[in-house]
């Protein structure tokens, strides 16, 4: 991973365990170059998540942004896709 001034966040203050829930990898983000631009602050592109509880399934498409959260700790900011609309005839 290529550190650098602009990197704001740290990947080892990422809670991994509750990602992996969501089919968030360390080594997925880093190997698709998304992890950079979330230590950037930055959103990703489109990345397929799956969130399964005893209550929930959930598959989506969503970019992904880490903000700030309390006492500095990172927070996954999820932005869900909405698929394109056919036009109305």
Not at 49 to 69: C, E, H, N, Q, Y
């Amino acid at each position: 991973m290529n550190t650098n001034q602009k990197t704001r966040l740290k990947a080892e203050d990422m809670e991994w365990n509750v990602l992996k829930t969501l089919g968030l990898s360390k080594e997925q983000l880093e190997a698709d170059g998304s992890m950079e631009r979330l230590l950037q602050g930055m959103e990703t592109e489109a990345i397929p998540l799956k969130f399964r509880t005893p209550v929930i399934d959930l598959s989506m498409d969503a970019t992904l942004r880490l903000v700030p959260g309390p006492g500095g700790k990172p927070v996954l900011e999820i932005k869900g896709i909405s698929p394109e609309k056919e036009p109305e005839a």
